[in-house]
């Protein structure tokens, strides 16, 4: 191993394809994808930090529907659901196109992007239903950090739908062999990490109790 | 691979059919400076427009210091005074600072670890069309709606009060939010691109405690901006929000609390001051070893120090608020956080001391700024201590002494360390040296203009002068030294300027240099200056730290060192003639970085002005951007 890695390093592209060619054993894309989701974690930890400042201040200034009001639980249930099969459906797209076979990986990367969009789906009718209901980005606290931890969220969410999407179309041109799988697996990464997030923000939003 | 037969055929472009789409091929000529990915290139960019900007801060601080020269000053408006020092301070730290870091770290990084580029070549050169545009985006400002006035810093709800409210009048708090945003963006690519090249690309037998400290350096500086990045760009979002949409994270009425912005902005801004000073240590711990001919002194230890600051950077960012009052136990932690961190950074300085010490010292430019670097720096971290303590930072807050504090660790350490760093590897990026006594006083002209103008604002500030303010009265007892920091600007100024003589004296009359001038240590001198596009012929095998000068000295019986007969290929193994044909398959210079940055400036116009239709054709420039991207191959397969 050691000795394949010194007589091929001296003609490395510098885009290596192969665990094999770098120091760590982890590829360029793997690992750029992890620190980038390194990053992304305090982004929302941020969100997730200001969320929990502010939870139950609005009862003191009186201002708004509060989230009891609300939340509906059992539907954003359903939604979170759907998207948590759709890292299910990840996973065995990757599994389809690690063992060549393209035409089960389409039909497994479409689910997972029409799970996104399920979930999307349901958020869009939630904010249209808490708009409604008289919470508005100005109305209170929880109506700020809701709809903007929400719906930067939701906003990963569609970015992770078109990538899916992408990947789809490459395919369907036949542009993405079996020996690209990693990009698959890379995307899939991204997606099961926006899920993690969401599992996160469901705990946080919906189901710690609140005054 | 390919062979020579298809290499010297890539030389010929073979008539296939063009499209506008068509991949750019050519590495020469004024377009290719668009389309490269070779870092080494985007290094010179990122350096040329940083200087540029450096130039550009110059003039506002002058005009700031002109303003300032004697009481009562009318030179400029105080709403002109405010757009000056928050430009000041955001293009030093956003626009300067860290694309210089990323210019040395670009050129270097590849170089010292013996790659032929780094992991991703054109995510490189994204990041710094990012760059270019977020600088010209906030810039633009001072034409199209009022530049940012708020401070670098920004606090809430003094920014993100909406527009309507009058207290920030003009969309200048929306450009700096917005373009901060995108040169997040661009931080947070290049800190990826950085980390996975030290990690992943080093040449055989470089472990990790191989590495220059100068790498090393990099690779901490890139995970404190991988992770500082997300906090300011949540708050910053925060602050957008509510200044447009009225949202209520900063607005007390509602129960927003302005200290969760300071909280964001800092959790940000500490871990910055280290992403600025840490290159600057990186820099000149390269330096010290080679003018003292000796390796640098406990290379692990200043490497687990660097580490140390990384860490402990994280824990010390509420000492930027004590006078806040965040209640006695956080202020307590925060001020043994805030001395626990001075020990990493005082074992460095001791570190370079013992380099230094009892080496055989040639006192060269970089050589000097080095040292400069080590006592002015050493000042600032020594006023930096005094912080620490409480009432004595509650005394300070918001005084000069606090301007001369930073401009200590980041003008009197960090430029120091950038200009000695220029000096260093001019002769390995452009083939030349940069003229010495030029060079000497350039150096003299700094120091002298840099103690002058800072150090006589520890006593303005312990005097009281608050910064920040456009001006003073008559008969508070600052005017002897506030006309004696204005003198020392214009002293820097001129050093400045020599510097920028002695650049173009040199292009024009300076003669080529020998690959080795300074008898260094690391890898990136055992190629040709300026080096091939793929840097090494042949990549070295690594043995030793200093691989470089353990190939061209060693020891005998007694410990002194003896010189090697030369021999080329142990000590050149990189260098071959760049007019050859050569079979080293290097990534393809590509369009789409450039136009995937495009649409981020277009995006942020939308978002200030809030023309949705402008921020549609943002996002369409980058979805396209995007699509073309991950559509073509990082390196084009040989026709």
């Known amino acids: ?211 | 691979m390919t062979t020579v037969e298809d290499a010297s055929a890539l030389l010929v472009p073979p008539p296939v059919k063009r499209s506008i789409l068509d991949r750019p091929r050519r590495t020469t000529g004024v377009w290719s400076w668009f389309t490269t990915v070779d870092h080494k290139k985007i290094a010179i960019l990122y350096a040329a427009t940083a200087m540029f900007f450096l130039v550009v801060v110059g003039v506002e601080a002058l005009l700031i210091r002109v303003q300032l020269a004697q009481p009562d000053g009318t030179v400029l408006s105080a709403a002109r005074y405010n757009e000056f020092f928050t430009m000041h301070g955001t293009t030093m730290i956003f626009l300067m600072g860290m694309p210089l870091a990323s210019a040395f770290g670009n050129y270097l990084l590849p170089l010292m670890i013996g790659a032929r580029d780094v992991a991703f070549p054109r995510l490189n050169m994204f990041g710094y069309w990012v760059f270019l545009f977020g600088g010209v985006f906030i810039y633009s400002s001072f034409a199209l709606g009022g530049a940012p006035d708020g401070g670098w810093f920004g606090y809430a709800p003094l920014t993100s009060t909406p527009m309507s409210q009058g207290f920030l009048p003009g969309r200048g708090a929306d450009y700096w939010a917005v373009g901060l945003i995108l040169l997040g963006i661009g931080s947070v690519a290049t800190a990826v691109n950085f980390i996975v090249t030290a990690l992943n690309m080093r040449a055989p037998g470089m472990t990790m405690m191989k590495m220059p400290v100068f790498a090393w350096m990099m690779l901490v500086v890139a995970f404190l901006t991988l992770f500082a990045m997300p906090p300011l760009t949540a708050a910053l979002i925060q602050v957008f929000m509510d200044r447009n949409f009225h949202t209520n994270f900063f607005n007390a009425a509602a129960g927003g609390d302005p200290l969760l912005y300071q909280n964001l902005f800092w959790i940000f801004g500490h871990p910055e001051v280290y992403i600025l000073i840490l290159p600057g240590m990186a820099i000149v711990s390269e330096i010290l070893p080679v003018f003292s001919r000796k390796p640098l002194f406990g290379y692990s230890v200043v490497v687990f120090s660097g580490i140390a600051i990384g860490f402990l950077g994280w824990g010390v960012w509420a000492h930027h608020m004590f006078a806040t009052g965040i209640g006695p136990v956080a202020t307590s932690a925060f001020a043994l956080s805030t001395m626990l961190i001075g020990i990493p950074t005082g074992v460095k300085i001791f570190n370079w001391l013992a380099t230094v010490w009892g080496g055989s010292v040639r006192l060269a430019t970089p050589m000097l700024f080095a040292l400069g670097f080590i006592a002015q720096f050493t000042i600032g971290g020594l006023s930096g201590v005094m912080h620490s303590i409480v009432p004595a930072d509650t005394q300070q807050t918001d005084t000069y002494f606090v301007v001369a504090h930073f401009h200590y660790v980041l003008f009197g350490g960090l430029i120091f360390a950038i200009f000695g760093g220029i000096y260093y590897w001019y002769p390995k990026v452009f083939g030349k040296r940069l003229d010495e006594r030029l060079g000497k006083l350039n150096f003299w002209l700094m120091v002298i203009g840099f103690n002058c103008t800072f150090f006589p604002m520890h006593f303005l500030g312990m005097e009281g002068e608050p910064r920040r303010t456009y001006t003073y009265p008559k008969g508070m007892g600052w005017d002897g030294l506030n006309l004696m920091a204005t003198i020392g600007a214009f002293i820097i100024a001129l050093g400045v300027l020599v510097f920028f003589v002695n650049v173009i004296f040199t292009r024009m009359r300076g003669e080529w240099t020998e690959e080795d001038p300074w008898d260094a240590r690391t890898l990136e001198w055992m190629t040709s200056s300026p080096p091939p596009e793929y840097n090494f012929d042949e990549i070295p095998i690594v043995e030793h730290r200093d691989e470089f000068w353990h190939r061209k000295y060693t020891e005998d019986d007694e410990g002194r060192l003896v010189k090697l007969p030369p021999s080329d290929a142990a000590t050149f193994p990189g260098r071959r003639d760049p007019n050859e044909p050569h079979d080293h398959h290097m990534p393809s210079p590509s369009y789409w970085p450039l136009v995937l940055a495009l649409g981020l400036p277009v995006l942020g116009y939308g978002f200030v002005f809030k023309y949705w239709w402008l921020c549609g054709i943002g996002g369409l420039i980058i979805l396209f951007g995007l699509q073309a991207w991950t559509s073509e191959d990082a390196t084009e397969e040989a026709h």
């Open chain 1, 1 to 211: 191993m050691a000795q394949s890695v010194i007589a091929s390093s001296h003609e490395v592209a510098p885009h290596a394809d192969h665990a094999s060619e770098t120091n760590t054993g982890v590829s360029n894309n793997k690992l750029a994808i992890w620190m980038f989701i390194a990053s992304e974690a305090l982004f929302f930890g941020a969100f997730l930090a200001t969320y929990f400042l502010y939870r139950g201040r609005d009862a003191l200034f009186l201002k708004g529907p509060t989230p009891a009001d609300l939340l509906n639980i059992p539907f954003t249930s359903v939604t979170t659901f759907v998207l948590l099969m759709s890292s299910l459906t990840m996973v065995l797209a990757l599994d389809a196109i690690r063992r060549g076979m393209h035409r089960q990986f389409r039909v497994w990367i479409l689910a997972t992007a029409l799970f996104g969009l399920t979930f999307i789906g349901g958020q869009v009718y939630e904010f249209t239903e808490f708009y409604r209901e008289g919470l508005h980005l100005s109305t209170n606290l929880f109506g700020s950090t809701f709809f903007v931890l929400t719906g930067l969220h939701g906003a990963h969410v569609v970015m992770g739908i078109v990538w899916l999407l992408s990947l789809w179309a490459r395919s369907m041109q036949g542009r993405l062999p079996t020996e690209k799988a990693e990009a698959v697996e890379i995307s899939g990464l991204y997606w099961h990490f926006v899920d993690v997030v969401w599992i996160v923000i469901f705990t946080a939003v919906y189901l710690v109790p609140q005054k």
